[in-house]
T-cell receptor, first 118, second 111 residues
């Protein structure tokens, strides 16, 4: 089975701190994603990556950046944490059998990091 | 991007079948219909997906209307472990790496 592991289940940080959320997948998937999940808003895509060192903005990239130096690892960075970034953060990965995106492939999610910014 | 509409909540008795509806009237010809579920304190879990034909797997069945404007996820015998939020999502074949989750249907299973 695919395993997507997020480094922390719960994290508490202070306003203005630089925060790193780490995600590792063990299935050699090309694609990795970061979402945040808030009550009443569903999941919203922050950033995704098709390949090492590649990144694309999702719907809500402001205040975030990402890093993909190795295929199995995708990091989400909150440059200067603010209270409105308190949320559940979910990482996912998927396989691409050919070139580019493929809507026929399921995404595999980690269990999330519940981040609180005080 | 094409959107989906689901009821906010549904209830089912344990060991009975559950039919979870989803409307997607603006679906395009290259949109796949995906279903995920999310148990409390966990990330979303893939359930099933399809394009035009009905699909079956060990978890569920997916029934797709002939005009593809709606679909139904069928859990054949609900168990307490099936209590979760179920999301119906459209993913384009060509730009499919972006997921658009709505707020889903919260399924309660009554013992």
């Amino acid at each position: 089975d695919v395993k997507v592991t997020q480094s922390s289940r719960y994290l508490v940080k202070r306003t203005g701190e630089k925060v790193f959320l780490e995600c590792v997948q063990d299935m050699d998937h090309e694609n990795m994603f970061w979402y945040r999940q808030d009550p009443g808003l569903g999941l919203r895509l922050i950033y995704f990556s098709y390949d090492v060192k590649m990144k694309e903005k999702g719907d809500i990239p402001e205040g975030y950046s990402v890093s993909r130096e190795k295929k199995e690892r995708f990091s989400l960075i909150l440059e200067s944490a603010s209270t409105n970034q308190t949320s559940m953060y979910l990482c996912a990965s998927s396989f691409t059998p050919g070139q580019g995106p493929d809507g026929n492939q399921p995404q595999h999610f980690g269990d999330g990091t519940r981040l609180s910014i005080l | 991007d094409a959107k989906t509409t689901q009821p906010n909540s549904m209830e089912s008795n344990e060991e009975e079948p559950v039919h979870l509806p989803c409307n997607h009237s603006t679906i395009s010809g290259t949109d796949y219909i995906h279903w995920y579920r999310q148990l409390p304190s966990q990330g979303p879990e893939y359930v099933i997906h399809g394009l035009t034909s009905n699909v079956n797997n060990r978890m569920a069945s997916l029934a797709i209307a002939e005009d593809r404007k709606s679909s139904t996820l069928i859990l054949h015998r609900a168990t307490l472990r099936d209590a979760a939020v179920y999301y119906c999502i459209l993913r384009d074949l060509n730009t499919g790496n972006q997921f658009y989750f709505g707020t889903g249907t919260s399924l309660t299973v009554i013992p």
